[in-house]
């Protein structure tokens, strides 16, 4: 079983940053996919960035320049660093563990709300 906990969130002025941070638990962190995503109020979760394995990342266009995934394999860690941000980004933020491995399995984390002032 995989733990996922995320922490960093808060509230920042636009055009400030922050860092969040995911732990992992269990032995898989290394060999997973991960993400991380968001879910504003009355909108559906969406994709934020992921990283694989091998360490590739993809991101949303929305948050492309201005966001950056990483990884640590030897702490089980996750990071999202997030520059400039806009008001726009104020949502919940989730991070996910991806089991490559059968059973394929996604794991959430409780989510960290981010809130960017105006």
């Known amino acids: 079983q995989v733990q996922l906990v995320e922490s960093g969130g808060g509230l920042v002025q636009a055009g400030g940053s922050l860092t969040l941070s995911c732990v992992a638990s269990?032995?898989?962190?290394?060999?997973?996919?991960l993400g991380w995503y968001r879910q504003a109020p009355g909108k559906q979760r969406e994709l934020v960035a992921t990283?694989?394995?091998?360490?590739?990342?993809n991101y949303a266009d929305s948050v492309k320049d201005r966001f950056t995934i990483s990884r640590d394999n030897a702490k089980n860690t996750m990071y999202l660093q997030m520059y400039s941000l806009k008001p726009e980004d104020t949502s919940v933020y989730y991070c996910?563990?991806?089991?490559?491995?059968?059973?394929?399995?996604?794991?959430w984390g409780q989510g960290t709300q981010v809130t960017v002032s105006s």
């Open positions: 990283i694989t394995a091998g360490g590739s990342t």
């Open positions: 269990g032995s898989i962190f290394s060999i997973s996919a």
């Open positions: 996910n563990l991806r089991r490559l491995i059968p059973p394929r399995t996604d794991y």
